[in-house]
């Protein structure tokens, strides 16, 4: 799966954390291992300045098939963040025609 965000930061930063999440009522279960988002947009980030952000993953097969809440967000070294949390709908591929 690619996953691709464009974003215009509100703040400057020369290294970024990036977190992906599934949102569940009690807790927050993370899906990247690897938080270095600058493997993944353009660093260092200039404040008012659109980039974009790309993920590729792979969704394990543990995951059944319904609609998540999926929390992103990148992180400066001085607190900054930059979060939107979105529906991701994982459909079981076998059972299309």
């Known amino acids: 799966m690619t996953l691709k965000i464009d974003f215009t930061p509100e703040f400057a930063a020369d290294q970024l954390t990036g ?3 599934w ?3 009690t807790t ?3 899906l990247l291992p ?3 988002a600058c493997k993944r947009t353009t660093c260092p980030t200039e404040e008012g300045k659109k980039q974009t952000y790309e993920l ?3 969704i394990k097969n543990t995951f059944i098939p319904t609609l998540y809440d999926i929390k992103w967000k990148l992180t400066s070294v ?3 963040t930059c979060c939107l949390i979105v ?3 994982i459909v079981d591929q ?3 025609t």
Do not use: M, T
């Open 34 to 36: 690897d938080k270095d």
């Open 87 to 89: 529906q991701g709908n």
């Open 28 to 30: 927050d279960i993370p």
């Open 78 to 80: 001085n607190g900054d």
């Open 19 to 21: 977190d992906f999440f």
């Open 56 to 58: 590729n993953f792979l």
């Open 94 to 96: 076998s059972k299309r």
């Open 23 to 25: 949102v569940k009522s």
